[in-house]
């Protein structure tokens, strides 16, 4: 069974079932909305499942499926510093980790020029998947000196804001960061929980400082712009 199909399965549904000026709270079953769309029901599984993923719909086992009526959504002004932790708490959800990953490697060059490293030295890469309200909504790579933490970071850190473990266990503050906006490439490999998704996905390359200016972070952070808006103020 293509992709394409069941992507075109969930946009009947959502265009059907989940408009706003419905009053739809819940889900008809599997095999009625086979029937109704002329799919199988494993299509239609595949479907609700990239529903649920988005933070469309949510699943009660036994039960069905069921409009979630206060989707996810954060704002955050382009200009100001915040972390990941931060931008979900500031508005009103809960942040979680899943699959988070810690280990060393030799950076590219760009990162070593970046990070202020010479070519031997290595770094700590932590990846994560960023949740909202169990909901993923940021895929994270960052690119910590080992030379600022030593081995002890792999032992004492485990979730939560980077930034302010930084802060509080080895007294490095970040205090500004310069942050370039990418297209995402279709070579990005992105965590199977996202790449599911067919959601439209923003690139953030950000370099994190102290206020020295001595570098202390390099982050790839892939955000969901269906549910984190960004702007910027502009005047003349």
Do not use: C, W
């Amino acid at each position: 069974m293509s992709k394409v199909k069941y992507l075109e399965v969930s946009r009947k549904i959502e265009d059907q079932f989940l408009d706003e000026n419905r009053q739809v709270n819940r889900l008809p079953k599997e095999i009625e909305l086979a029937k109704l769309f002329g799919v199988s029901r494993e299509t239609i599984r595949k479907a609700l499942n990239q529903l649920i993923a988005r933070g469309k719909i949510y699943s009660i086992q036994g039960s069905g499926y069921y409009v979630r009526k206060d989707p996810i959504s954060m704002v955050n002004p382009l200009n100001k510093l915040s972390s990941i932790t931060e931008m979900i708490q500031n508005a009103g959800l809960v942040e979680g980790d899943m699959d988070t990953k810690i280990y060393i490697d030799q950076p590219s060059i760009m990162e070593r020029e970046l990070l202020k490293l010479e070519e031997h030295e290595q770094v700590y890469i932590i990846e994560r998947i960023r949740t909202a309200k169990d909901q993923p909504v940021v895929f994270s790579k960052n690119l910590l000196p080992f030379k600022l933490v030593g081995e002890s970071f792999k032992e004492y850190y485990h979730q939560g804001s980077l930034s302010r473990f930084l802060e509080t266990i080895y007294g490095i503050e970040i205090t500004e960061a310069l942050a370039e906006v990418q297209a995402l490439s279709s070579k990005e490999l992105l965590p199977q929980v996202f790449s599911q998704m067919d959601v439209p996905v923003l690139k953030f390359v950000q370099s994190h400082y102290t206020i020295e200016g001595e570098p202390v972070l390099l982050s790839y952070d892939f955000m969901r712009n269906d549910t984190i808006k960004f702007f910027i103020q502009r005047q003349k």
